[in-house]
Every structure is written in structure tokens, then in C-alpha cells.
């Protein structure tokens, strides 16, 4: 009966996470094909060992070779790690004063809080999205609003630049940044700030000297749930960016879509998924750590 | 019971000036009243323990002089500086939290360093001061651990290391010992008051431990509702409680309630029953003949005899229970009226030989000074 408790999340994994990824590193390996589906070669198992043989001699590293020759590939990912973490660095600006509030309202309020902060979540991601066209667009609200108010005399553009992209990747991914912040800043003993003050720390200091340092594993936790998303992120660029935001999100629908080469999509998609692979292992390792705190 | 107070006492030389002096405090939370009108001084070098039930106010007190609340009215000095609008870091005081707070990112060395950071001394001379304090707290192999790394004994050292590596004139000590087990509760309170008398630092302390308090301190505040039922020294606490409420809160008691027929002088006679003689006790506090007022009496200055003694306090009643102690033991005596008086001897005998046992008519005998009599 343990056992197939076990077995339970473990054949999950098999099925919908190795199965796939073991698909997609097969096509990486093939070559592209005016065929359903577009890629050679094809595993026939009637054809017995020494089908396999040949279908295993066919495949290569041919798609891995194009991506380092044409240069527009790791420009793109070049410029989705600068766009994801720039982006980063936004949420953690903006999250971490949110989540510093909440933390510091008094205890009957901070449902509330929490609830606003869940709440974007009701409704779709993609309309989100949509709805920052009609703010940030040349007739949008807020060059409307400028406009009213006299601080600018003509439109600025904003929508399909790249810092349209920053405002969206900051905007959706903003809980991510502060629910685990706002998990250890709740936690801090009040009696270490006091305790700090007691020792001749003014507020300020007590914060950079106490607050900060002991937010930390919320801090890392939430840069890298903010980060990992956002440098695959394909809506966001796609919808908000210009032509030329450059993100391997976009690059790889492209690919996938227009041109359909899913050969030379699907080594997109594993190389981004072994750049993924770093953060992931260190975000583990912030994680194993703080448990080990805790205990 | 501490030895100082023989040669220690400056709360009755009226030329010292007091270290710290509340004068007429009060502290309101909303229309909750937590401290009502308090007068106290605090006198440099001494060990003072505020004492009393939880929600007394006593935390709030000490609050108070750390900077971490302003009194509502009235006005605190300490060494002679107003503390009014003076922040926690500002003060030469610092406070031992009940929870020690010690910082959990930092090691050791780093917490007990932290407040020196933060002070005029130079940094060549930290190290120096932080070896000094490791030392004083036998907590050198310890230096460069975190807290979670070392036990609760150890974690109570380092707070209080941190507390004094300032040299504060004043030390606040939350609760210090109540994380700890008996024994080693025990062992620290000792440990304590050899660094109180080794820094010259004056320490107030923050207990709901009687005991505790009796132990360390050279003076003993016990409150109860945001008042000072009672500042006096650990003796006179217990041997001359001034109120009913202060004779039961510390240690065990007998209380007796009844009138005082005649009040003549130190002596008093309580009439507290029909048809038996008055009990004879000690004038307390404001006893007025005639008026209702309470004998109260410790269980070990009753003795306990088979036979009829000869004393000027004697009751007749049967033994309905015997707690064993180990090294004493109380014996619950039921007397004619149904009240019951514990007498509490010293089990110098082995418990074999014990002549009292269970449902035993003894007689209950106490000398004239043994008990005083207090206004209810």
C-alpha cells in the first residue's frame, strides 16, 4: 500500500515529464522532414533489431551545430537571461516593500492583503495581458492620463518595446516574488528588531542589519520563481514586446509554428531547458538549506 | 536567600541617589491600565527583582526603562537623565529578552559583537572585548557557531553576553531563566549573581519565580494589577509580608481570617473562632483593633506534636493528608471549624520512623512571633 503511494507522484513524473522529455530530445536528434509528422528518422519496432540499428545511426547532433552557427540564437538567449533577470530585479523592488507591509499590518488585516495579492489569479493570465495593451498602447489610459495632466505634450510609446515586456513579466509575476518573502519577513521574531535597537541599531540600521539578512531565503526563493518562468516566457514578449524583443520564447515558437522545423525547435527548447537546469538546482539547494535552518 | 544584603543596602542611606527613579508612572494601553502611579528608586548595584503574576505589569516596567514604551504619565530618570522621547538606542541600558533574540544569521562571537559595532569603541579593540565577554560566560570553544548550533543553557550566555559587552550601567533581564530546566535554572541563578557582583552592573530582573527572586535579588518588587504591593528585601518580603496578597503569593501560607480583639503594640490577638483562645501574632500593616484582619502564618514555623505542648498558640485537629517531600514533609490538618493548616517539618528521620500518620489527633503549636496578623 506504501509502495503505491509512492509509485503514485513517481509514475506521474515517468509519464508526463521524462516520457515527453525523452520525445523532444529524440526530435532535437532528427532531421527535418516534408512528412506527418515533419522529422526523420521513425522508430518502427516491426522492424526488429536491426531497425532500431538504423533509426539509432540516423540520429545526430546536426540541430545543436546550426543553433551555434546562426548567431540569432544565442542573441536570443543572451537577451532573454538579461530580460528575465532585469525583470527580476523590478519584482524584487516592487515585491519586497508590498510584502514588508504586509507583514508589518496589523494580524486582522492581513488575510485581506493576502487575498489581494492571490486575487489576478482569478482571472485568465492572457487577459491580463490583453488588458496592459489598452494601458500602455499610444490612445491608452496611461498616455491619456499623462496627457490630461500635462506632463507630456505628445504620446509616448511604450507598447512594443521592451519595457512594456518589463512591465508585464514584473506585473504577472509579482505574487510569485511576494508570498515568499512575505513568508519570512511574517515569521521574524519583533524581539530581534528590538534587540537590535537595544544594541544601538537605529530603525534603518536594525533593518539592513536584521530584516534583510533573515529575508533572504525568501528573497532567493522568490527571485527564482520570478526568473525561471520568465526566461522562457513567450505570451508576454509576444503580445507587449516590439518586433525586435528578442526572447528564446518567442524564438522557439517561431520555429516551432512558422517554420515548422521542429527539429531545430526542439534543440531550442533542450538547451533552454539545460540553462534552466542552474537556477532550478540552486533554487533546491536555497530551499534544502532553509529546512535544515528550520530544524 | 541572598548574603549581600547584610552589608549591601542602600535604599536605606537617604544620601545615596537612586540609579534609576520612577516618579509617578503610569502606563495606559487604550483604557487598560497596565502601571498606576508608581514611585520607586533603584539604587547602583543592585540586583532588583520585579515579581509578580503574569499581566501585573512588571514586563511593561521594565519596558519602560529599556525605551521600548513611553510612560503615559509621570516621569522615569535614570542617572539622573530625563528618559522622556529617549529611544531604546539611545540609553545605556540593554535587556536580556525572555527569547534571548540573539540574531540567527550571525555566530557567537558576531552577536555578542553586534551592539560594539554600533558603538564609539574602536574596532581594533572589539575582538578584545568579545574574547573578554566569551570568557566571563566560559563560552570560548563556542565562538564561531550559530545559535541553533549550541543548546538553551548555552543560548542564555550568549544573550547575556551581548547584553553586558556594552557595559550598559543598567542590565533588564526578561524572564532570563525560564527557558531553562530546574537544575540548570538553578546552577545560573548562582552563575548570575557572581557576574552581577563581578561588573558592578546594576541588574533588573523580570521573574514570576518566587523562588528565583529570592535568590538573586537584593531587593524584591512584588506587584500585582500595575501596583507595588510591596519593595523590600527577600527576608522581609517573607517574614513581614504587609498584605494578605503579598504573604500568599510568595511561598506557602496559613491564612487565618478573623478580628483583631486586641492590638497592643508588636502584639496582636486574633479572635477567629467561638469557644477557643485567641491566636497571638505579630502587629502587621495597618491592623486596627476591632476590625476584621487576617494571622498568617508560614507552614514550617508550625510544629506538629502527638502530645499537648507547651506554647501560647496551640490548635487540636486530625491529620487528613501527608505530602512527601523527600527531604520535608506537609501535614494537612483539619481543625474542629474545617479549616485546614498545613505544618510543614523537616523529614529528619527516616520515613519508617515517622509516630504521625493518617487520621492521628495532633496538636498544632506556633511561638507568639511565629505569624503576623495583616489588614485583609
Redo the contacts between chains.
Keep these: 500500500m506504501r509502495r503505491l503511494l509512492i509509485a503514485i507522484p513517481y509514475i506521474w513524473l515517468l509519464l508526463l515529464f521524462l516520457v515527453p522529455f525523452g520525445i523532444v530530445l529524440k526530435i532535437s536528434l532528427s532531421d527535418y522532414a516534408l512528412s506527418i509528422p515533419p522529422f526523420t528518422p521513425q522508430l518502427d519496432l516491426s522492424t526488429g533489431w536491426q531497425g532500431f540499428a538504423e533509426f539509432w545511426s540516423q540520429l545526430d547532433m546536426e540541430n545543436y551545430w546550426f543553433l551555434t552557427d546562426d548567431d540569432l540564437y544565442w542573441k536570443a538567449y543572451l537577451s532573454s537571461l538579461q530580460i528575465a533577470a532585469l525583470s527580476t530585479f523590478f519584482t524584487l523592488l516592487v515585491g519586497f516593500p508590498i510584502a514588508y507591509g504586509m507583514a508589518n499590518a496589523p494580524e486582522h488585516w492581513r488575510p485581506t492583503l493576502m487575498l489581494l495579492i492571490i486575487l489576478p489569479f482569478w482571472t485568465s493570465f492572457l487577459i491580463r495581458v490583453y488588458a496592459w495593451i489598452g494601458i500602455l498602447s499610444n490612445e491608452g489610459f496611461l498616455n491619456q492620463f499623462l496627457l490630461a495632466i500635462g506632463l507630456i505634450s505628445a504620446p509616448i510609446k511604450i507598447l512594443n518595446t521592451d519595457i512594456a515586456v518589463y512591465i508585464g513579466i514584473t506585473y504577472t509575476y509579482l505574487p510569485f516574488m511576494v508570498l515568499p518573502i512575505y513568508a519570512t519577513l511574517e515569521k521574524l ?1 519583533g ?2 528588531l ?9 530603525r534603518l ?1 536594525a533593518f539592513w ?2 530584516t534583510v ?2 529575508s ?1 531565503p525568501g528573497v532567493i526563493a522568490g527571485c527564482f520563481l520570478v526568473f525561471i518562468p520568465a526566461l522562457g516566457e513567450f505570451v508576454i514578449p509576444s503580445l507587449l514586446g516590439g518586433s525586435d524583443t528578442l526572447m528564446i520564447g518567442k524564438v522557439l515558437w517561431e520555429e516551432f509554428f512558422s517554420n515548422r522545423d521542429w527539429p531545430v525547435a526542439s534543440a531550442v527548447a533542450i538547451i533552454l531547458l539545460l540553462i534552466l537546469v542552474i537556477p532550478i538546482i540552486l533554487f533546491q539547494r536555497n530551499e534544502q538549506k532553509q529546512r535544515e ?1 528550520g530544524n | 536567600m541572598s548574603s549581600a544584603t547584610v552589608e549591601f543596602s542602600p535604599w536605606t542611606d537617604p544620601d545615596t541617589t537612586p540609579l534609576i527613579s520612577f516618579e509617578g508612572v503610569t502606563k495606559r494601553f487604550g483604557n487598560f491600565t497596565a502601571i498606576d502611579n508608581i514611585n520607586l528608586n533603584i539604587y547602583p548595584r543592585e540586583f532588583f527583582a520585579l515579581l509578580g503574576p503574569s499581566g501585573c505589569g512588571k514586563t511593561t516596567l521594565m519596558r519602560m526603562l529599556g525605551g521600548f514604551e513611553e510612560a503615559t504619565e509621570g516621569t522615569i530618570t535614570i542617572d539622573g537623565q530625563d528618559m522622556a522621547g529617549i529611544p531604546a538606542n539611545k540609553r545605556a541600558v540593554n535587556m536580556m529578552f525572555q527569547s534571548y533574540a540573539l540574531f540567527p544569521h550571525l555566530t557567537v562571537a558576531d552577536n555578542i559583537a553586534f551592539g560594539l559595532h554600533r558603538s564609539p569603541m574602536p574596532k581594533s579593540e572589539i575582538q578584545g572585548r568579545v574574547d573578554e565577554m566569551l570568557r566571563l560566560v566560559q563560552l570560548q570553544k563556542f565562538a564561531k557557531r550559530k545559535p541553533h548550533q549550541i543548546s538553551g543553557g548555552q543560548r542564555q550566555r550568549v544573550a547575556l553576553a551581548r547584553a553586558l559587552a556594552k557595559a550598559p550601567k543598567l542590565l533588564l533581564l526578561d524572564e532570563p531563566l525560564g527557558a531553562l530546566d530546574k537544575k540548570l535554572r538553578q546552577e545560573t541563578q548562582f552563575e548570575l549573581m557572581d557576574i552581577q557582583e563581578t561588573t558592578g552592573t546594576t541588574f533588573v530582573i523580570v521573574t514570576h519565580d518566587q523562588e528565583e527572586a529570592m535568590t538573586v535579588a537584593s531587593r524584591i518588587a512584588v506587584m500585582d494589577n500595575g501596583l507595588l504591593k510591596q519593595v523590600d528585601t527577600p527576608d522581609r518580603i517573607y517574614e513581614t509580608p504587609n498584605s494578605v496578597y503579598v504573604a500568599d503569593f510568595i511561598g506557602d501560607v496559613n491564612i487565618i481570617t478573623g478580628t483583631a480583639t486586641t492590638v497592643d503594640g508588636d502584639a496582636t490577638q486574633l479572635t477567629w473562632a467561638e469557644g477557643v483562645a485567641p491566636i497571638k501574632g505579630m502587629t502587621g500593616a495597618r491592623v486596627t483593633q476591632g476590625e476584621p484582619a487576617s494571622f498568617v502564618i508560614r507552614p514550617e514555623k508550625v510544629s506538629i506534636n502527638k502530645s499537648e505542648p507547651e506554647a501560647s498558640n496551640k490548635v487540636q485537629g486530625q491529620v487528613l493528608d501527608i505530602a512527601y517531600l523527600g527531604n520535608m514533609s506537609t501535614y494537612h490538618v483539619e481543625l474542629p471549624n474545617r479549616q485546614i493548616i498545613k505544618s510543614q517539618t523537616a523529614n529528619n528521620r527516616r520515613i519508617a520512623r515517622r509516630d504521625i500518620t493518617w487520621e492521628d489527633t495532633v496538636w498544632l503549636s506556633w511561638t507568639e512571633t511565629a505569624g503576623i496578623v495583616l489588614r485583609d
Design positions: 521574531d524581539s530581534l528590538e534587540a537590535a535597537e537595544d544594541l544601538g541599531c537605529t540600521q542589519a536584521v539578512p533573515l533572504k535552518a
